[in-house]
């Protein structure tokens, strides 16, 4: 019984961001939210050049997904329109912005001042045995078609000046309707506007999909400061010895400029007077020595 | 892969890197004391020779008293 209440309560827990999250999605429907966090696993699709088009009709949750180390800014432009499309047309669309982001907050700008966004949640997910923090967006806007041309952009700019930030880009739940009839067909392409100096763009066809994982400098660093700090040493210790030698011959020098006086001192003295010297000195210690 | 590998050369490049200094370290060291010897016999040649004839004399006395003390002991 006890086990069957624990199950229990483990799925409600489980359940319980579920439920926030659909529960702050006003628009309903943002399932795919609910399963990303749930699955607590991110399934990336990159697109290799950039661009990701298609014709479907009023709902898609398809995904445009972008995963790169940003070093400038990186402008995303999502291009709806449709054939059709007359002067006059409501033209509505909404949908759920995912940006993960390390540790430096990313500017996200939609529709300039003509859309709204709201931050709706951040989460947590794991990406490659790491943590990610995801800032969930949603957007929406409504246009009233009055000229041509009959598209429009979802322009999104992620301002990344830092270098090592990974960050991507995930669009989903992108709904749209013309005149509120969601069975209308759109052309819907996505597009990486500026190119920038994001070097990882090219190399994004590799497994690493561009993830560029920080250093773990705990070991490295550690063995080579240690290597630096013994070769600092090593080197002041052959100074020292270099110094040590010059410094001594100097000191011989000197010394040497010492015996001239001294012997010249000693000679001053009658030679009875030094030999007596000698010996008392000679007479002294043994006697000291044989005393004891 | 290469964070390992990185790992393990900083490893040995440490290790030698400690090798090297002891044995420098043991050189410095043996450089000292025959600097230091170096000093000491300048300082004794600067002496006058009835001086050093004397010392050494005195010198091989207290040996031969330690030996022959020790003798007449055994």
């Keep these: ?292 | 892969m290469k964070g390992i590998f990185n790992a393990i050369k900083d490893f040995f490049s440490l290790i030698i890197d400690i090798f090297e200094f002891i044995f420098k370290a043991l050189i410095m060291l043996f450089n000292l004391l025959y600097q230091g010897l170096r000093i000491l016999l300048n300082v004794i040649t600067i002496l006058p020779t009835p001086l050093l004839v004397g010392a050494s004399a005195l010198i091989v006395i207290c040996i031969l008293y330690k030996i022959l003390g020790r003798e007449s002991n055994g």
């Design chain 1, 1 to 292: 019984m006890k086990k069957k209440i624990v199950i229990f309560l483990s799925v409600v827990v489980a359940l319980l961001p579920l439920s926030c999250i659909s529960a702050s999605a006003d628009s309903g429907g943002f399932t795919y939210i609910g399963a990303f966090v749930a699955n607590n696993n991110v399934t990336w699709q990159t697109v290799n050049t950039g661009i990701f088009e298609g014709k479907t009709p009023g709902n898609v949750t398809s995904v445009y997904t972008y995963l790169s180390t940003v070093y400038s800014d990186c402008d995303f432009q999502f291009k709806l329109g449709h054939e059709t499309i007359v002067m006059g047309d409501t033209f509505t669309y909404s949908g759920i912005i995912g940006v993960p982001y390390g540790t430096t907050q990313i500017e996200l700008n939609c529709f300039g001042s003509y859309g709204h966004v709201e931050l709706l949640n951040t989460v947590r997910c794991s990406f490659q045995g790491e943590e990610v923090t995801y800032a969930i967006y949603k957007f929406s806007r409504t246009i009233n078609w009055t000229s041509a041309p009959y598209t429009s952009d979802l322009h999104i700019i992620l301002r990344g000046s830092h270098s090592s930030v990974r960050t991507g880009l995930q669009i989903y739940n992108l709904q749209y309707t013309v005149n509120n009839d969601p069975s209308v067909a759109l052309d819907v392409s996505a597009n990486k506007i500026n190119q920038g100096t994001q070097s990882a763009i090219n190399g994004q066809t590799n497994e690493t999909y561009g993830y560029q994982k920080k250093p773990s400098n705990n070991t490295d660093s550690g063995l080579s400061s240690g290597s630096n700090l013994i070769e600092s040493l090593t080197d002041s210790i052959s100074s020292f010895n270099s110094s040590l030698d010059s410094n001594v011959s100097n000191l011989l020098v000197s010394i040497d400029g010492y015996k001239n006086i001294v012997h010249s001192v000693f000679n001053i003295l009658p030679a009875l007077v030094q030999y007596l010297l000698v010996f008392g000195l000679v007479f002294l210690v043994i006697r000291k020595v044989v005393g004891r």
